[in-house]
């Protein structure tokens, strides 16, 4: 059995080719991220099989995000069996054979061919398209929902100088009815000598009616009053900030779309679970992929993050241990946000929530809880394709 290890980077790749005896055959072949780097690694291997029977062939990388990516699809193709290992297990190995500091790309790819011996995960095969298309929509919502958040903080803080007071009138800053006038009146002294009948209007038109002459008095009478500091540049800056949230929010929108069509097309019943929506949805079966990697719930769980840490030493055994967090961080919140809108809507998840708080649980620690029940649902309902069926 021949093993290789590779250690993935952005611009080059080190490999490492060593046999079941431990004995090395190449252990500083560095290819280029490139067609020819990929071709000179598959003549490479094939030169060492004098039968050319790549099933002998066993090939492992670390998970490095998209670096991989392009490498696993060529491997794959060829018919490699390839298993992706996790970069943290790969860390304490390493560690674990010397007492040294040493780390180079060199020793890692030695370190991953090594792990190749012992490792039990499963061989690597890519998820549907759709599952890559989910991906990637949602790591770029994720992206620009993350833009637009800052573009926020932005927004208070011009508010906190400009019109400190303005918070104070509205349920929140950056409701439609707030940003509307301050894209027309961005400062205390026009919003002040405004006329009521427009400021009314403006204010009626973009909350719907719900904002109307006595809010436009409130408005003007504290503005008049406000401490706020105005400035030609601070105003433009607002306003321009308040355009960059408002497009932003429109591709988030258009985002959501594409997202909710492939899931449509996917028909999974994962949207049959009362309080998760479309994009939700897509998060959790993005991030899981195919299902049958996982054995058990359990190992759901982990891969999520979601499991309590174990600590024994002796006679000594910690009864309170926080949660381990070092699965997928984009699946741990699609399923904690999940479990807060499930527990709203469905009777079994609402009255286990208030179980675990009537046993004194925290809120959280309570909601984490739902979070592995509702883990176990997901497992079961993925792994059967059966729509979820309410037990209330």
């Given at each position: ?27 500083s ?32 990388l ?39 500091k ?101 204010l ?49 929108d ?7 069509e ?12 009362p ?41 000594y ?28 809507r469905?009777?079994a ?7 675990k ?20 649902v ?5 792994k059967t ?8």
């Amino acid at each position: 059995m021949i093993y290789i290890g590779i250690d993935v980077a952005k611009n080059k790749h080190d490999c490492c080719i060593i046999d079941s005896d431990g004995a090395v055959y190449n252990d500083s072949l560095r290819i280029s991220n490139s067609r020819e780097g990929f071709e000179l690694l598959y003549s490479s291997i094939l030169s060492i099989l004098p039968d050319r029977n790549i099933s002998n062939v066993k090939i492992g990388l670390e998970s490095t995000g998209h670096y991989s990516i392009n490498l696993q699809n060529f491997l794959y193709a060829k018919g490699f069996s390839l298993s992706i290992l996790n970069p943290l297990a790969t860390n304490l190995f390493r560690k674990a054979q010397t007492l040294r500091k040493t780390k180079t790309d060199k020793t890692d790819a030695l370190v991953i061919a090594k792990m190749l011996f012992s490792d039990d995960t499963k061989s690597y095969s890519p998820v549907s398209y759709q599952i890559q298309e989910l991906k990637s929509l949602t790591r770029h919502r994720y992206r620009l929902i993350g833009y637009r958040s800052k573009l926020k903080v932005s927004i208070n803080r011009l508010i906190d100088i400009i019109f400190p007071e303005l918070p104070n009138l509205f349920w929140s800053i950056h409701q439609s009815s707030s940003y509307a006038l301050l894209s027309v009146l961005t400062s205390p002294k026009e919003i002040a000598a405004c006329h009521l009948t427009r400021l009314t209007n403006i204010l009626s038109t973009a909350s719907r009616g719900k904002y109307g002459k006595d809010k436009a008095i409130s408005l003007k009478e504290c503005a008049a009053n406000s401490i706020g500091t105005s400035s030609r540049a601070l105003s433009f800056e607002l306003q321009q900030t308040i355009r960059l949230i408002q497009s932003v929010q429109v591709e988030i929108d258009a985002l959501e779309l594409q997202i909710k069509e492939v899931v449509i097309e996917i028909n999974s019943p994962l949207i049959s679970i009362p309080g998760i929506s479309y994009t939700l949805a897509a998060i959790i079966l993005s991030e899981i992929g195919d299902i049958e990697r996982f054995s058990s719930p359990c190992k759901l769980l982990a891969f999520a993050g979601l499991d309590p840490s174990t600590y024994q030493s002796g006679k000594y055994n910690a009864s309170h241990t926080p949660m381990v967090k070092r699965g997928s961080s984009y699946l741990r919140f699609a399923i904690l946000m999940a479990s807060r809108t499930v527990s709203m809507r469905d009777a079994a998840f609402s009255a286990y929530l208030s179980k675990k708080r009537s046993e004194g649980k925290h809120y959280y620690v309570a909601m984490s809880h739902v979070a592995k029940k509702l883990i176990r649902v997901i497992f079961h309902i993925l792994k059967t394709n059966t729509a979820f069926v309410p037990q209330m």
